[in-house]
Each structure stands twice: as structure tokens, then as C-alpha cells.
């Protein structure tokens, strides 16, 4: 539940950071016509992601025993790629997403191209729902709570980030965003290196790479995975009762040099700007919009 | 203040300890080998909470899950390790399968008859 609601509450109010721009952009300029072309891109794109997760469940329902297991240890790991170059974007781009998104928006204007819109608002989303649906599905091969619980999660995650949006769009400043993507994408970079023991566990049981070296320990007897708690860490933070040196070697690494580089502001631009329009229609309506 | 501390870490320690808690009713000793795992069949009553204490002596990981509608989730038993595993048997009579098996290899499937609740 945990997992779901913290997936959805960070990507989720990135989808809703952009829409919260480009409309409250729309808004200000006196072009609130233009709003139907934006949800039309953000309500398809969002469409689109719903059938690839529903496409990505059942190509995992339809296999069994160790190629369900190889597949499910494959995407945990294509998983973790995309959440690493995700938060490390995210972060790169957090200085000019807001000026690059006034400057489609005011293109799109000009040129009259409600067609534009629908495109910049569709890809935008399409991008964070993509992302959102694979670790989402990365999560759920590895939880083994009721299915209820993690949609639960996922439903109250949403409706945090939504409302979060919603802030952002009536021009709140309330939401300290730089403060927000930094705890959100460290808790972000633990989940994933969760996800690097499981995907390691789930390969190795699918007999694709055998084991990995000795079980060093077994913690069984203090915290079962088959316990509640165990269950939850094994989601949450990849917890394994006897892991192999392999899942232990990679996942430090991983936690180690992530977290390393994630502090030390490794790939974070020092001068880099996007291009800025001559003469934007209107201002950004507040310090938070200002800051992006 | 330390009576404080101690309301407050009570019910957390407590809910720990609820959690981490694996016990479930009478315990059936499953063992795994190297060429299959037993017993071949087990008893059970209907609704009966059980606990399989599954010992790995087979040389190498084995994994223990329901099969055919049988509600028991995976579980990998190192090689040389005990795992237990709760399980409550439907409230219908029958017989449910568990498939005991090397991961990503042969498996061999135990019987688990469900008679009657006394």
C-alpha cells in the first residue's frame, strides 16, 4: 500500500505539475478555450498507459513458473533504470521545465495549432503514465498483499498529487518543490534498490543466472517474509531473509552509488537554460511557477 | 517523561511483534530432497489453520506454492534452511495440490486432503 501510494504521489504530481502549468499558463493569458485540447492530450495519453498496464499484467498472467519469474525479475530491472535516469531528470530539468512548457504553450498560441497542445499535453503525460505503470507493475510482482490494499495506495497517492496540482494551479506557493523532488526521489532511489535484490532474486529463481554466490545469513527467524512485516520491507526496500552475495553486492552498490551521486548533485547542470521566449504572454503567477 | 516513552513504544513494540508473528495452528513437517519432497500427501481438516515447517535437505534451493486454486504463496527455502509457512485449508472437503520444485526446474506435487471439519 505504502509503495503504491508513494509511486503515484511522486509521478502523479509530476503529471499534474505539468497540466497545473500549461493550464494555469492557458489561464492567465486569457486562452481557457484552449483548456479541452490540453485534457483531450492528457485524458488520451492517460488511456494509452491504462492499456499498456492492463497489456504488461496479462503477458505476466499468461506465463507461468520460471518465465513468469524471468519476466517479472527483467522488468523489476528495466524498472530500476527508468526510475535512476528518472530521478536524476527530473531533478536536471526541475530549473526549466516550467519556462520550456511557456514557451510550447506560447508557440502553440501563435501559430494558432490546437493540435500542438493536444500533442505537448499528451506526450507529457504519456511519459510520467508510462513510467508510473511500469514501476507500479514492478511493485505488485513483489507485494503480496491484497490487491484492494495497493490499489488503496495507488487511489490515495493520486488524489494527493491531484490536489497538490491543484495548488500549483490556483498559484500557490505552499508546495516547496525543490525540497519535495529531493525526499521524494531519495525514497525513490531506497525503492529501487529494492527492486535490484528482488529483480537479482527473481532471475535466479527463474534458473536464468542460477544462484549468485552462498546465503551469507538467514534473518528468517527475527523477520519472516512470509510475516506482514516482512512482506512490506520485501516491497518496500527489497528485504530478503537469505539473500545471495550477488543481491547484496548489487544492491549496495546500487543504494551506495545512487544515494552518492543523488546527494553529491551528480549530472546537475550549472548554466544550463532553455531558450526563452522574446515576449512571454504573462508571467508566472508565483514563486513556485517563478522557480521552474 | 520515561512513562511517556514507554506508552508510546508499548503499543509499537506490540505491533511488531504482531507482525512479525508466523504461528498458525498445528504444525506439518515438510521435508525437501535432492529427488523429490515429502510426504506425498498430507491431512488437513476444513477451515483448519495449519503451519508447513519446510526443511531443505535436497543440495539446493527449493520453492513451495499452491497450485490450482490452492491459496498458498510462493516461498523459496534455501538450501539448509526450515521455513514456516501458514496456510488454512478451504472450508470445502477435496484435495488441494502444493508443488514443491527446484526453481526453474522439475517439480513434484504433494496432496493435501481435506476432510471434514470435527
Redesign the interface.
Known amino acids: 500500500m505504502l509503495f503504491s501510494f508513494l509511486i503515484i504521489l511522486r509521478e502523479g504530481f509530476e503529471i499534474a505539475l505539468v497540466l497545473a502549468i500549461v493550464l494555469g499558463y492557458l489561464r492567465r493569458t486569457g486562452n481557457r478555450e484552449h483548456f479541452r485540447a490540453v485534457w483531450t492530450g492528457a485524458v488520451a495519453a492517460g488511456a494509452l498507459c491504462v492499456a499498456a498496464g492492463v497489456a504488461l499484467e496479462a503477458t505476466a498472467t499468461e506465463l507461468s513458473g520460471s518465465a513468469q519469474e524471468a519476466f517479472e525479475g527483467f522488468t523489476m530491472l528495466f524498472a530500476v533504470t527508468v526510475l535512476t535516469w528518472m530521478v536524476f531528470w527530473m531533478r536536471r530539468q526541475a530549473a526549466t521545465i516550467g519556462r520550456e512548457l511557456r514557451h510550447q504553450v506560447d508557440i502553440a498560441i501563435e501559430h494558432g495549432s490546437l493540435m500542438a497542445l493536444v500533442t505537448l499535453a499528451f506526450i507529457a503525460v504519456l511519459r510520467e503514465g508510462l513510467e508510473t505503470v511500469l514501476l507500479l507493475f514492478a511493485g505488485a510482482s513483489t507485494q503480496q498483499n491484497s490487491t484492494g490494499l495497493f490499489l488503496l495506495g495507488a487511489a490515495a497517492g493520486g488524489l494527493v498529487a491531484a490536489a497538490l496540482g491543484y495548488l500549483v494551479y490556483r498559484g500557490s506557493n505552499v508546495i516547496p518543490l525543490r525540497q519535495f523532488f529531493t525526499a521524494t526521489g531519495l525514497v525513490v532511489l531506497l525503492i529501487a534498490a529494492g527492486l535490484v535484490s528482488n529483480g537479482i532474486a527473481e532471475l535466479q529463481e527463474s534458473g536464468i543466472i542460477g544462484n549468485l554466490g552462498a546465503r551469507p545469513w538467514d534473518t528468517d527467524a527475527f523477520i519472516s517474509q512470509t510475516t506482514t512485516l516482512g512482506k512490506f520491507l520485501h516491497t518496500l526496500i527489497g528485504y530478503d531473509s537469505a539473500p545471495t552475495w550477488g543481491q547484496i553486492i548489487l544492491y549496495w552498490s546500487y543504494l551506495v552509488g545512487g544515494l552518492g551521486a543523488f546527494v553529491l548533485g551528480l549530472g546537475t547542470p550549472t548554466a544550463r537554460r532553455a531558450p526563452a521566449p522574446a515576449q512571454p504572454l504573462a508571467a508566472p503567477s508565483s514563486p513556485v511557477e517563478a522557480e521552474l | 517523561m520515561r512513562r511517556g516513552i514507554l506508552l508510546t513504544a508499548a503499543p509499537l513494540l506490540a505491533a511488531?511483534a504482531l507482525?512479525?508473528?508466523?504461528g498458525g495452528g498445528r504444525e506439518i513437517a515438510i521435508t525437501a530432497e535432492a529427488t523429490a519432497c515429502t510426504p506425498a500427501t498430507l491431512e488437513v481438516r476444513a477451515g483448519e489453520k495449519v503451519t508447513f515447517v519446510m526443511l531443505n535437505k535436497a543440495g539446493g534451493?527449493r520453492?513451495l506454492e499452491g497450485i490450482e486454486g490452492t491459496k498458498l504463496?510462493e516461498?523459496?527455502v534455501?538450501d539448509g534452511?526450515t521455513?514456516?509457512?501458514?496456510y488454512t485449508a478451504p472450508k470445502e472437503t477435496g484435495t488441494q495440490k502444493l508443488k514443491c520444485y527446484?526453481?526453474?526446474?522439475p517439480s513434484t506435487i504433494i496432496e493435501v486432503r481435506v476432510s471434514a471439519a470435527q
Open positions: 511488531i507482525a512479525c508473528t508466523t534451493d520453492e504463496e516461498v523459496l534455501p534452511r521455513r514456516k509457512i501458514n527446484i526453481p526453474g526446474g
